[in-house]
Structure formats: C-alpha cells, structure tokens
C-alpha cells in the first residue's frame, strides 16, 4: 500500500476545492461531471484511477495504483426513500447519484465548498404507506400491496396496523 498512499497523499495536495456550481431545489452541489473534470486529470498524473460499481451491499468504491495494482475498496449502503415528486425508480436513481458524488469524494479526500446538498424531501413512510392502503380499492389491491412490501411492513408495526385497518373496510 506504500505505493497507493504516496500517490493519493501527492495527489490531495494537488487537488483544489471543487465549487458547487449546479443548482438544486434551494441548493446547490458538485455534480459528477464537475467533479470528474477536476479529478481525471490528476489521478493519471498520479497514477491512480478508481471505478464504482453497484453491489448487493451498495455502492463499492475503488482507488487503484496503476503501477502497483494496490487499491482501497470502500462500500457504501444505499438507503431506500421516496422523494417528493419521484417514483422509485427515479429516487433510487437520485440515491446512487448522490452516494457516488459522496463516496468518491470521501475516499479521495477531496473537497467541495459548503455542504447544503441534502436538501431532499423525504416522504415519511408512514405517511406513503397510508396513501397506498387508502388507493387499494378492493382486497385484492390491498393483498398485493401488502405482498410487494412484506419484509418493510412487518418489521414496522405502525405500518402493518395500517394494513390491517385498511382490510376490515372490505
């Protein structure tokens, strides 16, 4: 590892501050290509290059030594969430995004200015899963529901509740 370390030792003395220059909803960030442009430069001067790939456990992070072939791998769990205004699909989407900024820049030790990107609104599952039992218009609906969300549901009480009270309306 002796290697690896002098090379990203060299090359975080190098790296400037990376500016948030793109605009959120009352937010602003250093999206991936602002920090790709700043970065790729400097790790082939060093010798260094990483990859991110999505595994079972979450993100997987990884530096390399070109030369030596040493590298640091770090994982980092993508938690589930629905943002306001996205579907599932577009939050998880939205999540990785936001982890590969993060995980990259925490493994490199890098810097961007102020740090005010985590502005999103998280929709209280409570709250989600009451709109989705109350959309259930039969207890077909509702068993399906129930069946796609299973393993979240009975690990919560509160939620599961709804379920159960949504049942004894059909």
Known sequence: MKNLFKKLAAFQQECPIIHKDTQGYGYSYADLPKIFSVINPLLKKHGLGFYQALQPEGLQTTIFCIE???????????????????????SFGSGVTYYRRYALSAILGIVTDKDTDAAGQQIDKLEEFKLITESCSNIEELNAAYNKHKVFVEKNPKIKELFTNRKTQF
Do not use: R
């Not at 030596?68 to 577009?90: A, F, H, R, W």
């Open 68 to 90: 030596s072939g040493e590298q640091i791998v770090s994982i980092t769990p993508i938690p589930i969430c629905t943002l306001k205004g996205m579907n599932d699909y577009q």
